[in-house]
């Protein structure tokens, strides 16, 4: 077990047949389709999770700063300023207009 958990903290023992073995088996893996399916797979997923916080957070900005009395006109440079590079001028509008 501990020859394990030094590989997990990136001492690789390779006179431990159980560690060559396991270091083998990551590296065919790293170096597959499959590998490169998954992560891209991954990638998408974690850029769709952004993209979707970063929407509900426009929302609820926009609707505490219509509640504290900021004109439409503000809200948007606002948001802009905050999410332009996450979301295009049309997207933080439409959001905008959702939650009115």
Excluded: P
Excluded at 18 to 40: C, H, P, Q, T
Excluded at 69 to 80: D, P, R, S, T
Aim: no cysteine.
């Amino acid at each position: 077990m501990q020859q394990f958990l030094d590989f997990m903290n990136g001492e690789i023992d390779i006179s431990s047949t159980f560690i060559a073995r396991l270091n083998k088996e990551i590296d065919r893996y790293v170096g597959s389709s499959e590998w490169r399916d998954d992560k891209m797979k991954l990638q998408t997923m974690l850029r769709d999770t952004e993209r979707e916080r970063a929407i509900e957070d426009l929302t609820k900005s926009a609707n505490r700063m219509r509640q504290l009395g900021a004109n439409e006109a503000n809200i948007f440079k606002m948001l802009k300023e905050d999410y332009h590079g996450q979301l295009s001028d049309e997207e933080i509008r439409k959001y905008m207009n959702e939650t009115k």
